[in-house]
């Protein structure tokens, strides 16, 4: 009997590179609060998800800019669900990049990726001990 890998890690498998593109996105907010025009972006995890781990395909492109580009990391402009985020306070400066929100977001985030990472981790050992016969 063959194992379906789709079955057995399920949708964590695409949450787990979805987590790590987001970590990336809320960094790069972070970095540049202090960037006059800056405008903060995030994704709808859950939008985008939806529409990577296809409920019928994988239905995301994957783009690099240049041709030393590893293939198979995602591209932020390639995220469908990449949007602006809406700043709670103005600030003179057009930044709306909220620190302590992005901190919050960047730490649940993370929290998130390392529950998808243990869980994958899980079903690997336990398939391991199948495979073994132990």
Known sequence: MAINFDKAFGVHEHALTLRAER???LANNIANADTPGFQARDIDFKEVLKTMSGQPGMNM???STQSGHVNGL????SING???RMADQPSIDGNTVDLQKER???TKNTLDFNSSFTFLNGRIRGLMTAIRGE
């Open 104 to 106: 919050a977001e960047f």
């Open 23 to 25: 970590a990336n996105i």
């Open 74 to 77: 995602l591209n932020a402009d």
């Open 61 to 63: 492109s994957m783009t």
């Open 82 to 84: 990449l949007k602006y």
